[in-house]
C-alpha cells in the first residue's frame, strides 16, 4: 500500500532500539508518507535530534513550551500534518505514562489530548514486559483502542531473550498500512490542533495550581464516526459512556468494519467486556519439514483464526496468536508469535499460559516426517520416491484441555465434510474442550471468505448462518465475552 499524502507523528521513546525508529521514518518516507519526529527526553539519549530531523526531512516536534513559543503557528502545522501516532519504540515507562493519562512533557500532552488513531510498538527487557504492572497498562491501553504491534521474541540487548524486542521497523510499517487502511481511522484533519491547544492551555493553567485533567479538550463525538449497517461503532460510544458497559458493546459492533475499534476516549478503562482477559489464539497450518527445502502441511489461510484473534482484541482482550506460515499480516493490537512446527506450536501455546481462554483454529498437520535430511534429499539414480515415514504430532488441543494450566475456556475446530454435528460432539469428548466450532468444509469455505459452522457445546447445537470469516469471528468473542462474563 502506498502511503502517500499521509501523515504520521512517529513518538520515539527511550529504549535501545530507538535506532530502529530511524530505518522505520525511511520506510515510512519511500512509502510516501510525511513523518514528523518527536523524541522524548529518553529517546533523545539513544538517537540524536539531528539523526531524526535528516531522515524524516524536517523539523522535529520539540518540547510543549517552544510549541507555544512559536505563537501557535508550530503545532497548527503538526495537526495538519497528523493522520496517525506512532510510538515506536514505546518504553515500559512511556506506556505507564500513557495508560496514566500524564501530559508532563509534549508527547504525553499530545497522546492524552488526541482523539485519533494510536500504534504503539512496546520494546523493553522482558521481565519488564512480563510483570502484571505492564500488562495492566497495555490492557487498560488497549480497551481506549490504541492498537499495538509486538513486542517479539528473541535476543535483547542486556544478552538475555524472551519477549521484548521491538517489532522489525518492515512489519511495523505493514501495521501502520494496516490502521491507515482502514476508513473509520480517519482523524479528524483538526484533531492534533485540538490537542495541542488543549495540552498548552492546561500546562499554562497547570502553573496556575489547576488540575490537567479538568482541561481536556471537547472531545468530537461527530467528527469521524459513522454507522455500518445500522450498527454504532465503538466511537460512536464516546458521547453517551452509559452506552460502552460491557453488556452494550460487542464484538459484532467492533467489528462492523471488521477490525478492531478505533479511538474510544472517553471511555472508562474495564468498559470492554474482555479487558483484562488472555485469551490465546492458535491460526494457521504448520509446516512439517522433511528437508531443508520440502515440507508437508495442511491447506489453511489462516483467515478464520486471525479474524477471531482480531475480534478478541476489539473486545478489549490483551491476546497472544500462535500463528503457522501464513501470507496474511498480523492482526493489529494482538500480541502473534511466529511458529512453523506443531512443536513449535504447542511451546508457543505452553509458554502463552495462563490464559483465560483459549481459541485453536490453526489447521496442525497431525504427523511429520520421523527424519529430517539435514541437505536436500536427492532423487535416487532409479527415480524411485524415497520412503516417507511418519510420526504423530502433538495434539495442542487435547494437550492444552488437559493440561494443569488449562484455560478456563476451551474451544476447538472442527474441519468436517460430512456428519459435522456428529463427528464435533465426538471430537469435543475425545479432546477434552469446551466447545467445537464444527467447520462444513464440504462446500468452497477453504481459503475463502465465509464460513459455515455451527457452536456444539456439551449439551447444545447453534446452526449459524454462512457468514463473512470477519463475523463468524465477532460472534465468537460476544459468546467468549458473555461465558467468562458468566
Ligand atoms: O483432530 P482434528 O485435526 O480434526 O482436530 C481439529 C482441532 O484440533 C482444531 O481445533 C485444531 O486446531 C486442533 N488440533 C491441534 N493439534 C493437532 C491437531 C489438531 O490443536 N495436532
Redesign the pocket.
Same mark, same amino acid.
Given at each position: 500500500m502506498s502511503l502517500q499524502g499521509k501523515r504520521v507523528l512517529l513518538v520515539v521513546s527511550g529504549s535501545v532500539a530507538a535506532y530502529k525508529a530511524l530505518e522505520l521514518a525511511r520506510l515510512l518516507g519511500k512509502a510516501g508518507a510525511t513523518v514528523t519526529g518527536l523524541l522524548t527526553a529518553g529517546g533523545a539519549r539513544f538517537v540524536t535530534p539531528h539523526a531524526l530531523q535528516a531522515i524524516t526531512g524536517r523539523s522535529l516536534a520539540e518540547d510543549l513550551w517552544s510549541l507555544r513559543q512559536e505563537a501557535e503557528r508550530g503545532h497548527i502545522r503538526l495537526a495538519r500534518e497528523t493522520d496517525l501516532v506512532v510510538v515506536a519504540p514505546a518504553s515500559a515507562d512511556r506506556l505507564a505514562r500513557m495508560a496514566a493519562g500524564m501530559a508532563d512533557d509534549l508527547a504525553g500532552a499530545v497522546l492524552l489530548a488526541w482523539d485519533g488513531p494510536v500504534l504503539v510498538a512496546p520494546a523493553m527487557n522482558p521481565t519488564m514486559w512480563a510483570h502484571p504492572a505492564t500488562g495492566a497498562n497495555v490492557a487498560t491501553l488497549m480497551a481506549r483502542g490504541v492498537h499495538f504491534i509486538g513486542p517479539e521474541d528473541g535476543p535483547m540487548a542486556e544478552a538475555e531473550s524472551g519477549t521484548g524486542r521491538l517489532s522489525e521497523p518492515p512489519a511495523i510499517l505493514a501495521a501502520i498500512e494496516a490502521v491507515l487502511s482502514d476508513p473509520d481511522h480517519g482523524a479528524p484533519d483538526s484533531a492534533l490542533e485540538d490537542a495541542l491547544d488543549a495540552a498548552i492551555a492546561a500546562q499554562a493553567e497547570e502553573g496556575e495550581g489547576r488540575p490537567f485533567a479538568a482541561h481536556r479538550a471537547p472531545r468530537r463525538a461527530e467528527g469521524g464516526s459513522s454507522f455500518t449497517d445500522g450498527v454504532p461503532h465503538a466511537a460512536d460510544h464516546r458521547a453517551d459512556p452509559v452506552e460502552t458497559t460491557p453488556s452494550t458493546f460487542s464484538a459484532s459492533q467492533a467489528i462492523g468494519a471488521e477490525v478492531a475499534p478505533h479511538s474510544v476516549h472517553g471511555t472508562a478503562p474495564g468498559a470492554l467486556p474482555l479487558n483484562g482477559r488472555h485469551v490465546l489464539v492458535?491460526s494457521g497450518p504448520t509446516h512439517e519439514p522433511l528437508d531443508p527445502v520440502r515440507y508437508i502441511a495442511n491447506r489453511s489461510s489462516g483467515k478464520q483464526g486471525h479474524a477471531i484473534a482480531a475480534a478478541l482484541a476489539a473486545l478489549g482482550a490483551r491476546v497472544t496468536l500462535v500463528s503457522g506460515p501464513v501470507t496474511i499480516a498480523d492482526p493489529v493490537g494482538v500480541t502473534v508469535k511466529h511458529v512453523e512446527t !506443531?512443536r513449535e506450536m504447542l511451546a508457543a501455546c505452553e509458554a502463552a499460559l495462563p490464559a483465560d481462554a483459549a481459541v +485453536? $483454529? !490453526?489447521?496442525? $498437520? %497431525?504427523w511429520r516426517p520421523a527424519e529430517v535430511a539435514g541437505q536436500k534429499m536427492k532423487k535416487p539414480a532409479d527415480d524411485a520416491a524415497p520412503p516417507l515415514a511418519l510420526v504423530p504430532?502433538? %495434539?495442542? /488441543? $487435547?494437550t /492444552?484441555s488437559r493440561h494443569p494450566r488449562r484455560p478456563g475456556l476451551v474451544v476447538? +475446530? !472442527? !474441519?468436517e465434510t460430512e456428519r459435522v454435528v456428529e463427528h464435533a460432539r465426538a *471430537?469435543l469428548a475425545r *479432546?477434552g474442550c469446551d466447545w467445537?466450532v464444527a467447520n462444513d468444509v464440504s462446500g468452497d469455505v477453504m481459503g475463502g471468505a465465509e464460513n459455515l459452522v455451527h457452536l456444539v457445546t456439551a449439551s447444545a447445537v447453534e446452526d449459524w448462518p454462512r457468514l463473512p470469516k470477519a463475523e463468524v469471528a465477532a460472534r465468537l468473542a460476544d459468546r467468549i465475552a458473555e461465558t467468562l462474563r458468566a
Open positions: 492458535t !506443531a +485453536f $483454529a !490453526a489447521a496442525v $498437520a %497431525d504430532n502433538p %495434539d495442542i /488441543l $487435547a /492444552l476447538g +475446530f !472442527a !474441519a *471430537k *479432546k467445537i
